[in-house]
């Protein structure tokens, strides 16, 4: 499934902020996460990756330090500061409001026109 | 294809890609090293799941997205790297930040160096407000030796080149303070004054190109640093007559007058480092900023023809004659001089190779123009110089004027035929490069033979 630009650039912040908040990691392994939690469905382009990841970092919400990798190589692993908990449950909260606001409409289009079939919910999993 | 075969040509696209990467200016090195982490983790996935090396590659660049896109969101979050920065770090240039470090402490060394050379003779009873002559005399002295000995340290000259430069140095030293050649009245001599740093200007030369000085890219680079050197000068000039402002107004409301210490101290002591530190900024940042010189010449390369066209109209078509005044020669010359600037400049930046475009037309027109007006003021000056007679100034003056006139004529040749293809762009920067050692040796004639003529 393509995503909508805009709508990826959207959400980038809290999902980035939410892997983040699971422990500490790396370009790569956090592009990994997204992979498989959205099960394959949401395709980041990996460079673009980097640009949010500075612009996070330059916001204070994660902070970033070079580590040498079990490879040997010299990696830039990242980890959610205090100020990034609090941005992260601020735009969960926000994220909410837009869900349930969009879950709402769309409950009630189905509901007058049950004949509609382009429009079909899909199951968001909820998570606490 | 054995597997260490398969390494090594998956390092050498590797390689291959870091280079392409590293020339975005908005991607950093260190961000190049994060991507190429990420790259090689990708590599490493792709093949764990059973694709070739090269083939992990393809897949792997791909998915890292368009570079001129990623460049731009690079370029978007980090937009101060566009303004390429300077002072803090070496960043962009190849050299390691120890080099840069020591760099920097021999040039400060050396202008501190030469600030307390041009206080020495005070120590020897010659103060600066009494021997205003000697220090005119002296004054490349106090600071060409010390800009000489940065760049024979810097392109680790050979110890015969080092003899010849000290030697020329010592020589000049000797001119400018023995008799016949250092005039005993009271006024200092301006024409000496004047030619000995043109003169000297060529033996920085000879140390700044090192053993490139026999090459045409070798002197056209220093002719770029001369440039250069003159702009971050004038600006460091700017700074320090705004901080001797302040430290004047500040001193001032408690009561203490400053103007000694400024023109015994912080003018000429300041004035001297200046030249090195001006330097080293020059040297540091070369490859980091752009030259302002060609930015400079582009700009007012048609103001001046514009202005000389004008001018040249106005006395064609109104008759005014010419008004033959002492300066006139001399401000002629300056002009001259200027227009050599303007063209030494845009040669220095011009892609040798490039097609003949509008502002090459727009040269050659302020290149004709300045003859034209050289040609109307040497005119009125032959007419009258049985009146003036020949005194040493307007001889060295005539002298320049002939100078500039034969390399201004030949380059309109040159730039002609260039335009019209018959002849290509080397040979201007060629002819231009090849003249330097001309300035020179007229003003050392100006320095060693005229004191021995004009007795």
């Known amino acids: 499934m393509d995503i909508s630009k805009d709508l990826i650039a959207a959400s980038s912040t809290p999902i980035v902020l939410a892997i983040l908040a699971e422990g500490d990691s790396y370009g790569y392994a956090i592009l990994t996460r997204v992979r498989e939690v959205s099960g394959g469905r949401m395709e980041w382009t990996d460079g673009m990756l980097y640009p949010v990841l500075h612009r996070l970092e330059r916001l204070g919400y994660i902070a970033a330090r070079w580590e040498t990798a079990e490879t040997g ?52 999993p909820e998570r606490a | 294809m054995s597997e260490s075969n398969q390494d090594a040509a998956l390092e050498e696209q590797i390689a291959q890609w870091r280079a392409f990467i590293r020339r975005r200016q908005a991607i950093h090195a260190v961000d190049v090293a994060e991507l190429e982490d990420h790259l090689r983790e990708q590599v490493a ?31 978007r979050e980090h937009s101060d790297r566009l303004w390429k920065q300077l002072v803090a770090t070496p960043a962009g240039t190849s050299a390691s930040p120890w080099r840069f470090e020591t760099d920097a402490w021999v040039a400060v060394g050396l202008a501190v160096a030469a600030a307390a050379s041009i206080k020495l003779p005070t120590l020897f009873g010659l103060r600066i407000e009494a021997q205003e002559t000697f220090y005119l005399r002296n004054l490349s002295l106090f600071v060409l030796p010390f800009l ?70 070798g002197r056209m680079d220093f002719i770029r640093f001369t440039g250069e050197l003159f702009i971050y000068y004038v600006l460091i000039a700017l700074g320090g007559g705004v901080l001797t402002a302040f430290m004047a107004l500040t001193f001032q409301s408690i009561g203490i007058k400053v103007e000694h210490f400024f023109q015994s101290w912080l003018l000429p002591c300041g004035a001297t480092g200046a030249v090195l530190i001006a330097s080293w900024l020059v040297e540091a940042k070369q490859s980091v900023i752009e030259n302002m010189a060609p930015v400079l010449t582009r700009l007012f390369t048609p103001l001046f023809a514009a202005m000389l066209v004008a001018f040249l109209g106005t006395v064609f078509w109104s ?19 200027v227009v050599l600037g303007l063209l030494l400049y845009s040669v220095s930046a011009r892609d ?84 330097l050692p001309v300035y020179a040796l007229w003003a050392a004639i100006v320095v060693i033979v005229f004191p021995l003529v004009f007795r």
């Open chain 1, 73 to 124: 190589r010299r990696r830039k692993y990242y980890h959610l500061t205090t100020e990034g908990r609090a941005q992260l449950a601020e735009e969960s909260r926000q994220w909410k409001v837009v869900d349930a606001t969009l879950r709402g409409i769309l409950t009630e289009l189905q509901r007058a026109l049950p004949d509609l079939r382009t429009v079909s919910l899909p199951q968001i």
């Open chain 2, 45 to 75: 996935g792709l093949m764990a799941n059973g694709l070739a090396g090269d083939e992990a590659f393809l897949v792997a660049v791909k998915r890292m997205g368009n570079m001129d896109s990623l460049s731009r969101e690079f370029a």
């Open chain 2, 148 to 217: 000489a000995g940065y760049f024979a340290w810097k392109r680790r000259l050979a110890p015969r080149t080092i003899g010849w430069l000290g030697a020329a140095f010592v020589v000049a030293g000797v001119l400018a303070n023995l008799p016949p050649f250092a005039p005993t009245g009271k006024h200092p001599d301006p024409l000496q004054a004047l030619h000995l740093p043109i003169a000297l200007w060529l033996a920085v030369g000879v140390a700044y190109a090192g053993q490139r000085w026999s090459e045409v890219s």
């Open chain 2, 319 to 337: 008759g005014r004659a010419v008004t033959m005044d002492r300066d006139l020669l001399i401000g002629f010359d300056l002009l001259l001089v």
């Open chain 2, 352 to 435: 040798s190779s490039a097609p003949p475009g509008v502002f090459d037309g727009l040269q050659v027109v302020l290149l004709v123009s300045a003859l034209l007006a050289d040609a109307v003021a040497l005119w009125v000056i032959g007419t009258r110089i049985g009146e003036y007679g020949f005194t040493p100034n307007r001889v060295a003056a005539l002298g320049e004027n002939l100078i500039l006139l034969v390399n201004l004529g030949w380059s309109t040749v040159l730039y002609l035929r260039f335009l019209t293809g018959r002849g290509s762009f080397a040979r201007l920067e060629k002819w231009q490069t090849d003249y």
